[in-house]
Each structure stands twice: as C-alpha cells, then as structure tokens.
C-alpha cells in the first residue's frame, strides 16, 4: 500500500511569489491534515479535511493561504504571496475515517524556502 | 500555550544504553497518546501509541509509561542503536479525527 504522496519535496521560491503543494493521501483515507512544522519544532495543524469539506481551518492564515480538496481526495496548498516567514516544512496525513485510534500517516513534506 | 510540554530537547545516550523522553499534557480531554519518529528529510512516522486506560505499552525495544494522575506519559527506548538516533515527537489528541497537538521534539544521538 503506497503511503501518503507530496510533490514538491523542494520549493524555493523569492518572496511574493505564489506558492502550491500537493498531496495525495493513503486510499480509503477520507481525512486529510495539512500541518506546517517550522525548524525544531513539532509540527502544526493549518487545516483538517473529512472528505472535501473542511472542518477546522481555525490556524489557517487566511488573507494568504488557501487549500482546497476536489472530490475528496487529492489536496492543494497555496501560499499567495509568501513571506519569509513561510519557511517551513508543509506536511499532509491522512486518517482512515472510523478507526478506533488517531493514528494519522504523514507524508514526507514539501521544504519550503523564502528568500 | 503549549499543551504538550516535552523533554529534554536532546539526549546522547551510548549504544545499548537506555533513552528516556518525557512529556507532559494539560488537557485532560486528551485520550490518545502516540509517538513518531523523524529522520531527516522525511516525514514523522508512527511508532508507538497509547491510550489512558492501560499504564504501560511495550513493542520491540519501545515502551510508552503512561501516568493518568500526573498527566505524564515517556518513551523508554532499551539497548538503544545508533540506527535510533531521530528526532522523537510525542503527541496528544481527543479521541476522533481530531488533529494531534505535538510536543517541540527530542533530538536523541545514539554513540557507539
């Protein structure tokens, strides 16, 4: 079974640019996190997905991020414009929904740089 | 606020010594307690988890002791490898699709 997918795994980009991740997670995983991990720290949860609806957005920096997740699967991550303090580390799992425990399978993230 | 207070930030322990991570939690909600492991360059990548009705979960050379009163739960890592040598994360969520609230990490070296 193919584990979570991202693309890029690298990123780097001037700031104001625009910026987009990409991820496809685990088949049958109908819950979808996105988590942005800064150096030595532990990763942060942006936005949580069940399906194609997003149910906490919460930590999501509106005016510059977006994130959508068309038919439920595969999820898009946008940055528009980056700043420098978007370096970081974007992360997605994935839960299979119904599982007795929170186990979440991460994929191996897109490392971007603002320069 | 950070919700899941984790130490030390880095431990260097001799090959097939033991590795002690703690950590620490508030929310008393919390009833899902796991730990990843990170290698450079890679995502984090479940270890070993635990819930709050059992004290203790071993698999392998990995233990998790977890202490409900104190709201405290470690990672025993025994005759630690230099393949080991990560960053460890321990995490904490409610129970359900909720998102995990991570510890800063623990970034352990294993010496031969």
């Known amino acids: 079974e193919a584990g979570v997918v991202q693309s890029p795994r690298y990123k780097i980009i001037e700031k104001k640019q625009p910026v987009a991740f990409w991820c496809n997670p685990i088949?049958?995983?109908?819950?979808l996190y996105w988590y942005r991990q800064n150096l030595g720290q532990g990763p942060e949860l942006l936005i949580r997905?069940?399906?194609?609806?997003?149910?906490?957005d919460s930590q999501l920096p509106k005016d510059r991020f977006s994130a959508e997740r068309l038919k439920g699967v595969d999820s898009t991550l946008k940055i528009q414009p980056a700043e420098l303090g978007d370096s970081a580390v974007y992360l997605c799992a994935s839960r299979k929904t119904g599982g007795v425990h929170n186990e979440q399978f991460f994929g191996p993230g897109t490392r971007l740089t603002v320069l | 606020q950070q919700q899941v207070k984790q130490s030390p930030q880095s431990l260097i322990v001799q090959k097939g010594g033991i590795s002690i991570i703690n950590c620490a939690y508030e929310?008393?909600?919390?009833?899902?307690f796991p730990w990843y492991q990170q290698f450079p360059g890679k995502g984090p990548a479940l270890l070993i988890a635990i819930r709050p009705d059992v004290s203790e979960k071993k698999e392998g050379r990995f233990t998790i002791s977890f202490n409900k009163s104190a709201k405290q739960f470690s990672l025993h890592i025994m005759d630690s490898q230099p393949g080991d040598s990560a960053t460890y994360f321990c995490?904490?969520?409610?129970?359900?699709?909720?998102?995990?609230?991570f510890g800063k990490g623990t970034r352990l070296s294993v010496i031969a």
């Open positions: 088949s049958g995983h109908n819950t």
């Open positions: 995490a904490a969520s409610p129970s359900g699709n909720t998102p995990l609230v």
């Open positions: 929310n008393t909600a919390f009833d899902y």
């Open positions: 997905y069940e399906n194609e609806e997003a149910v906490d």
